[in-house]
């Protein structure tokens, strides 16, 4: 059983590493975060480089683990391509070093494919942990790896379905300490984030007791990331899916309570009877109300990506901060005034504009010609005449009164634009919907999409999880369940995790899932046998459904996870 220095180890590596490539690489190679997708050059079985202005990049993976991406300046292509043979050679010893550093990616250097666990000590009273309860500990759990922290340890041990044994459990409630634990993993992919997941985990627990992170997995999520959007002055409304503020407001004016009704319809998996037996109302009652619900806001609650936008927005709206939904514009739309705080927007800086509600339009013109960018700012002031225009060297920006409904005008597009359109918004938000807008661009971008128009509203859950990308770590709040699935998938050449996607947007419904993913209903109905035991042979309820679905949006943000650097 090894016992690692892990921090100290792990940055000595990585300078080691950083120095070999200089050498190779000259004294202007850099260590930097791994790129956004982008078009990749040349693929090899250690490493990725990918065209990024002048420079070249290199994503270096070895054993299917991404490590961390160099920056290798006046290169071409084939120099990098060699440098990076290279570097793969005269690395193997770091590697090795490297891949044992981190309980991240133990897995790498494991063979045998059992599962592994972490389990996380906490000392929350900052102080060293009792070495002698933690060799009784480690010799109870027969473990493998001990990583050592300012308060705390890691501690990778064998077991299937994360179970501690008898003898580890005594210990554990003689102990003044708080545990985490996360598991079982058998591929490096899964357990990214294995540690800071058992010690998230160790916080919620009480002493003596063992708390496992996949039940306290969204409870953190929400806490990390209303700190964040409260930072930066977001509030659930600017995420949300546009069709909860307008039946909010329709509430208002009208007395209804359909906000209520579709809450209940969603969270209850679209059971017209479960959801009447929340509501105290008959199921007659219920149908009645979902269906004009349909009809007042052009929603369509049978598709399952609406639907789960939906269920995603009310969840932001119980656990973020939110703003007051105002049932009447206080202005009237004035195309001098707003062009003005659009041009300030841009430049990141607020104007007090009048509280009119607005959209806002983005259209991707950094590969376009002066001259296509101007046409197309003829043609989008011909179409929408009350639009306010500015542009930047990315994109030009066109923001309206919402009930000019600029998603409407397609034939925009027939130039071979690609656009992204916000939700409807008040004049207060603009300079922070002109930041998401923009990031959203950009992944519209990364993902190499046709021509046409992108709605926010289609892609809440999306959006949310971009704008926290950079600010917190997602690849802890990625579902075990899911990855595990993902794990099999990698090692049997099967597409099981496509078919879960369908079976879980679907809310478990075998027949549509089946029509989504084009199988034969039989097809569908084994391949959920076949998942069942991976994701621990639990029958899956609703907030495991939730959580495994939202692991499939994060990872359509971020990839496959990278190294911290």
């Known amino acids: 059983m090894a016992i690692v220095p892990w921090k100290e180890r792990f940055d000595q590596s990585i300078n080691t590493l ?48 991404s490590l961390c991406a160099f920056v290798l300046p006046a290169l071409s292509g084939a120099q990098a391509a060699y440098g990076m043979d290279l570097l793969t050679q005269k690395a193997a010893p770091v590697l090795q070093t490297l891949l044992g550093a981190h309980p991240d990616l133990y897995l790498s250097l494991n063979e045998t494919g059992r599962d592994l666990n972490c389990l996380y000590a906490l000392n929350t009273g900052h102080g060293a942990i009792d070495q002698q309860f933690l060799c009784a500990l480690l010799d109870a759990l027969d473990a493998q790896a001990l990583y050592q922290c300012e308060g705390g340890a890691a501690i990778l041990f064998y077991a299937p379905g994360a179970e501690i044994g008898p003898e580890a459990l005594a210990l554990i409630r003689h102990s003044p300490l708080r545990f985490g634990l996360c598991g079982p993993y058998e591929r490096a992919a899964s357990a990214r984030g294995s540690m800071e997941k058992a010690r998230l985990a160790a916080l919620r627990a009480l002493k003596s007791q063992v708390a496992s992170f996949s039940s306290y997995r969204y409870d953190i999520l929400w806490a990390e990331a209303g700190l964040v959007t409260s930072a930066h002055g977001y509030a659930a409304q600017d995420f949300c899916h546009h069709a909860l503020e307008q039946i909010a407001r329709y509430d208002l004016r009208e007395g209804t309570e359909y906000t209520q009704t579709l809450k209940a319809y969603m969270v209850s998996a679209r059971s017209l009877r479960h959801a009447a037996g929340v509501l105290g109302i008959h199921r ?82 950094g590969s376009k010609t002066d001259d296509a960018r101007n046409r197309l700012i003829a043609s989008l002031l011909e179409k929408l005449p009350q639009a306010c225009v500015a542009f930047d060297d990315e994109a030009v920006y066109a923001l309206c009164p919402a009930s000019d409904r600029p998603e409407t005008q397609s034939d925009l597009f027939a130039q071979a634009f690609t656009g992204v359109v916000s939700k409807p918004f008040h004049a207060s938000r603009l300079t922070r919907q002109v930041k998401l807008m923009k990031r959203f661009l950009l992944y519209v971008r990364a993902l190499g999409a046709k021509p046409g128009l992108f709605l926010s509203s289609a892609y809440t859950s999306t959006l949310f999880f971009l704008f926290l990308a950079p600010y917190m770590d997602l690849a802890p709040f ?71 679905m939202c692991t499939y949006r994060i990872l359509s943000t971020t990839g496959s996870p990278s190294f911290d650097l």
């Open 18 to 65: 950083l120095s070999i490539a200089r050498d190779l690489f000259g004294p202007g190679t850099s260590l930097c975060a791994m790129p956004a997708a982008q078009a990749v050059a040349e693929h090899r079985p250690d490493y990725d480089l990918y065209a990024h202005g002048d420079d070249a990049r290199a994503v270096f993976h070895p054993c299917g683990v």
């Open 284 to 365: 007659n009652t219920m149908a009645y109300r979902v269906r004009r619900i349909g009809e007042l806001f052009h929603l369509d609650l049978n598709d399952a990506n609406v639907s789960f936008e939906l269920l995603f927005s009310f969840r932001l709206m119980m656990h973020l901060p939110s703003i007051h939904a105002d049932p009447h514009e206080t202005a009237g739309f004035v195309p001098a005034v707003m062009s003005r705080a659009l041009w300030a927007a841009l430049g990141g800086k607020a104007y007090d504009a009048p509280g009119c509600r607005l959209t806002l339009m983005l259209i991707d013109t």
């Open 478 to 548: 990625c579902s075990d369940e899911v990855i595990r699935v993902m794990d099999y998938d990698y090692e049997k050449g099967s597409a099981l995790s496509s078919s879960l996607y369908a079976y879980l947007a679907n809310f478990l419904d075998l027949k549509q899932a089946a029509l989504d993913a084009r199988l034969h209903r039989n097809t569908m109905e084994y391949q959920m046998k076949k998942v069942l035991p991976m994701i621990g042979g639990a029958a899956f309820d609703e907030k495991l459904r939730f959580e495994m």
